[in-house]
């Protein structure tokens, strides 16, 4: 979850108290914007800095040992059990920051999330300098699994096949056997790639076909998809916007896709995700360097963490045309980053008078689009081949459009004019499929023919009355229609336009009338549920019971009544919290009281103490005090 996303669940008054906080603790404007501060690193930075060693230790530990930033309060309890009431305290302060925030689930079970932005720069405070991973490697090392020509061709080949094609979707939610082969074999994503890909319920899928599952999952994500009626279908509007980025936005929206939805789950991966986008394009970098950098951090990495990440990650991005791979002979692990997806589009393609095109991979995408109606397009790794033939480019003409757009087309991103052997050649293709033509126009109907026969008097009618059917009939081409009735209302008619949404306002219908679900399939998460909740948390939560302490007993180290001292020490004991002890002419001795009972006849604490446990007689006690941490009255 993002900073942003999280703010939308608060109400102004939450926002407010969290303004206040933050400017009390570091003298910063009330007044500026929340999303904007929590967000920014020169913030974040301060505190850090100026963050207790508890509040650092409780930061550390959504970074470190957290799912995605998430801890249950079950799960929180058992990752703070060695120190879990000065880490509540911790814990507290930070959500007063809006550093974490409280979510719950059907209004019972609580926790605990960190936002996306504040994770990922406090992990930027851990990490070693990237520098340190990496190398400068000779020659490029070979690796048993061969790079995807680039998920954006992958789903630009799978959106032509859908445009083009009815795919229909069974009543469990699947493309039929027969369909699905078709599709998957437009993807250089392979099923070896995602082999690796085992977040539920992708564990239970078939592998073999699992490709096509993922590419559907993320063009639905990115919007360029719909469900409409029974079939999949492509969103127009969305898939031009799409194709119009540029190479570097339409990366980047695609991997924070890949990342939100396929990174593994578990305490490492996404720093280990955060390491990768600091590395440059085409620097080689040691695995092997980047993990003993996660260790040093205080990420505990299971056995063969190598083989994890190189299987259910990387194998993935090298899929998808955007990491490299490779290995030495003592089968030490490489990767880099692959920058052609990245490059800015500048390149125009070539045609022949054959009409062959040739397009290098740096051609906007969009171009590529608006002449694939006309054009069969041919994949052939990052490169595409087009050939221009004469049924299918009489059939794109044959709908209503001119050999003109084609001839313009072709020369909106030709890197050469174009030879003039293809233009005849397409004015001849023209000529032939125009040879038999519909089209689309309006029908005009008058009452009586008095209407008629007095426009055919007025200059300002001649151009509409062109193609008279009958005495109280016309036709007029579609582009008419607005300035005719403008005319007529002009002359003090009030024509009924009927309704003819179906050419006039087809797309926005067909994108009503399909839906965009959020994704082919729903990876099971552990903060499902969850909701960002309402709320401010007071100082005092988590400690009320320690702040009710009398200050006699913490901050007086001085001899009791037996019955106040065996009360002070069954208090210590249920709080957890340590004493400092010194019996009768001995040193003061520090530790966590226990087990306050009556033995032998006399009352009895055990005392556990770095050194070991000792059982004490309270009668052998002096003096005694409960030991508080200071910070833990900050505020208050």
């Given at each position: 979850?993002?900073?942003?996303?999280?703010?939308?669940?608060?109400?102004?008054?939450?926002?407010?108290?969290?303004?206040?906080?933050?400017?009390?603790r570091f003298a910063v404007p009330?007044?500026?914007?929340?999303?904007?501060?929590?967000?920014?690193?020169?913030?974040?930075?301060?505190?850090?800095?100026?963050?207790?060693?508890?509040?650092?230790?409780?930061?550390?530990?959504?970074?470190?040992?957290?799912?995605?930033?998430?801890?249950?309060?079950?799960?929180w309890e058992k990752a703070a059990?060695?120190?879990?009431?000065?880490?509540?305290?911790?814990?507290?302060?930070?959500?007063?920051?809006?550093?974490?925030?409280?979510?719950?689930?059907?209004?019972?079970?609580?926790?605990?999330?960190?936002?996306?932005?504040?994770?990922?720069?406090?992990?930027?405070?851990?990490?070693?300098?990237?520098?340190?991973?990496?190398?400068?490697?000779?020659?490029?090392?070979?690796?048993?699994?061969?790079?995807?020509?680039?998920?954006?061709?992958?789903?630009?080949?799978?959106?032509?096949?859908?445009?083009?094609?009815?795919?229909?979707?069974?009543?469990?939610?699947?493309?039929?056997?027969?369909?699905?082969?078709?599709?998957?074999?437009?993807?250089?994503?392979?099923?070896?790639?995602?082999?690796?890909?085992?977040?539920?319920?992708?564990?239970?899928?078939?592998?073999?076909?699992?490709?096509?599952?993922?590419?559907?999952?993320?063009?639905?994500?990115?919007?360029?998809?719909?469900?409409?009626?029974?079939?999949?279908?492509?969103?127009?509007?969305?898939?031009?916007?799409?194709?119009?980025?540029?190479?570097?936005?339409?990366?980047?929206?695609?991997?924070?896709?890949?990342?939100?939805?396929?990174?593994?789950?578990?305490h490492f991966w996404e720093a280990?995700?955060?390491?990768?986008?600091?590395?440059?394009?085409?620097?080689?970098?040691?695995?092997?360097?980047?993990?003993?950098?996660?260790?040093?951090?205080?990420?505990?990495?299971?056995?063969?963490?190598?083989?994890?990440?190189?299987?259910?990650?990387?194998?993935?991005?090298?899929?998808?045309?955007?990491?490299?791979?490779?290995?030495?002979?003592?089968?030490?692990?490489?990767?880099?980053?692959?920058?052609?997806?990245?490059?800015?589009?500048?390149?125009?393609?070539?045609?022949?008078?054959?009409?062959?095109?040739?397009?290098?991979?740096?051609?906007?995408?969009?171009?590529?689009?608006?002449?694939?109606?006309?054009?069969?397009?041919?994949?052939?790794?990052?490169?595409?081949?087009?050939?221009?033939?004469?049924?299918?480019?009489?059939?794109?003409?044959?709908?209503?459009?001119?050999?003109?757009?084609?001839?313009?087309?072709?020369?909106?991103?030709?890197?050469?004019?174009?030879?003039?052997?293809?233009?005849?050649?397409?004015?001849?293709?023209?000529?032939?499929?125009?040879?038999?033509?519909?089209?689309?126009?309006?029908?005009?109907?008058?009452?009586?023919?008095?209407?008629?026969?007095?426009?055919?008097?007025?200059?300002?009618?001649?151009?509409?009355?062109?193609?008279?059917?009958?005495?109280?009939?016309?036709?007029?081409?579609?582009?008419?229609?607005?300035?005719?009735?403008?005319?007529?209302?002009?002359?003090?008619?009030?024509?009924?336009?009927?309704?003819?949404?179906?050419?006039?306002?087809?797309?926005?219908?067909?994108?009503?009338?399909?839906?965009?679900?959020?994704?082919?399939?729903?990876?099971?998460?552990?903060?499902?549920?969850?909701?960002?909740?309402?709320?401010?948390?007071?100082?005092?939560?988590?400690?009320?019971?320690?702040?009710?302490?009398?200050?006699?007993?913490?901050?007086?180290?001085?001899?009791?009544?037996?019955?106040?001292?065996?009360?002070?020490?069954?208090?210590?004991?249920?709080?957890?919290?340590?004493?400092?002890?010194?019996?009768?002419?001995?040193?003061?001795?520090?530790?966590?009281?226990?087990?306050?009972?009556?033995?032998?006849?006399?009352?009895?604490?055990?005392?556990?103490?770095?050194?070991?446990?000792?059982?004490?007689?309270?009668?052998?006690?002096?003096?005694?005090?409960?030991?508080?941490?200071?910070?833990?009255?900050?505020?208050?």
């Amino acid at each position: 979850m993002r900073v942003q996303d999280s703010l939308e669940c608060l109400s102004a008054a939450t926002q407010r108290a969290i303004k206040v906080e933050q400017a009390n603790r570091f003298a910063v404007p009330e007044d500026e914007d929340l999303s904007a501060r929590l967000t920014d690193p020169d913030f974040l930075g301060r505190v850090w800095e100026q963050a207790s060693e508890i509040e650092r230790k409780v930061m550390r530990q959504f970074v470190t040992a957290s799912t995605r930033g998430f801890f249950s309060k079950r799960s929180w309890e058992k990752a703070a059990a060695n120190d879990l009431r000065h880490m509540t305290v911790g814990l507290t302060r930070l959500r007063r920051l809006g550093i974490v925030m409280t979510v719950r689930k059907m209004w019972s079970e609580i926790g605990y999330l960190m936002p996306l932005e504040t994770r990922e720069q406090i992990t930027s405070y851990l990490l070693p300098q990237p520098s340190r991973a990496f190398v400068s490697l000779a020659k490029t090392l070979p690796y048993y699994i061969t790079a995807g020509r680039g998920l954006h061709l992958d789903l630009f080949g799978l959106l032509l096949f859908i445009r083009d094609n009815e795919v229909p979707v069974t009543q469990k939610g699947a493309i039929h056997r027969r369909m699905s082969g078709r599709m998957a074999t437009l993807l250089s994503l392979s099923d070896e790639h995602c082999a690796g890909v085992v977040l539920p319920p992708l564990d239970q899928e078939d592998r073999e076909g699992l490709v096509l599952t993922i590419a559907l999952d993320l063009a639905l994500r990115l919007r360029l998809l719909q469900i409409k009626g029974k079939s999949v279908a492509i969103r127009e509007r969305q898939v031009r916007r799409w194709l119009a980025q540029s190479p570097p936005e339409r990366w980047r929206d695609m991997y924070e896709c890949v990342t939100e939805q396929y990174l593994p789950h578990g305490h490492f991966w996404e720093a280990f995700a955060l390491m990768m986008r600091q590395v440059p394009l085409d620097q080689w970098c040691s695995l092997d360097e980047q993990l003993r950098m996660l260790k040093e951090a205080g990420f505990t990495l299971p056995p063969e963490a190598d083989r994890l990440i190189a299987e259910q990650w990387l194998h993935l991005l090298t899929g998808m045309g955007w990491v490299q791979l490779g290995m030495d002979a003592e089968e030490r692990l490489y990767w880099r980053w692959n920058s052609l997806p990245q490059l800015t589009a500048e390149e125009g393609w070539f045609v022949d008078a054959a009409g062959t095109i040739t397009i290098p991979p740096l051609v906007p995408l969009l171009h590529v689009w608006e002449i694939s109606p006309f054009c069969t397009l041919h994949f052939d790794g990052p490169l595409i081949r087009g050939e221009i033939e004469a049924k299918r480019l009489q059939a794109y003409l044959a709908s209503g459009k001119d050999e003109q757009q084609v001839i313009g087309r072709l020369r909106a991103a030709s890197a050469h004019p174009l030879p003039e052997a293809l233009v005849e050649a397409i004015g001849q293709w023209a000529k032939t499929a125009r040879q038999i033509r519909l089209e689309p126009c309006f029908c005009v109907r008058t009452a009586h023919p008095g209407f008629l026969e007095e426009w055919q008097g007025i200059p300002d009618f001649q151009p509409f009355l062109t193609q008279i059917l009958s005495p109280t009939e016309f036709l007029i081409p579609l582009s008419q229609e607005a300035a005719l009735v403008a005319l007529l209302r002009e002359y003090g008619y009030e024509p009924q336009v009927l309704a003819h949404t179906a050419e006039a306002a087809g797309e926005p219908e067909q994108e009503a009338a399909g839906t965009a679900p959020d994704g082919w399939f729903a990876v099971e998460r552990p903060w499902d549920g969850y909701a960002v909740e309402n709320t401010y948390p007071d100082l005092l939560e988590g400690m009320r019971d320690v702040a009710a302490l009398p200050k006699m007993w913490t901050q007086h180290f001085q001899s009791y009544h037996p019955q106040s001292l065996r009360n002070l020490l069954k208090r210590a004991s249920e709080l957890s919290l340590e004493v400092e002890i010194q019996l009768e002419g001995a040193e003061i001795q520090r530790g966590l009281p226990s087990d306050v009972r009556i033995e032998m006849g006399y009352w009895t604490v055990t005392l556990a103490t770095g050194s070991g446990k000792a059982r004490l007689r309270l009668d052998d006690i002096g003096r005694v005090r409960i030991v508080v941490p200071d910070y833990l009255y900050e505020g208050v």
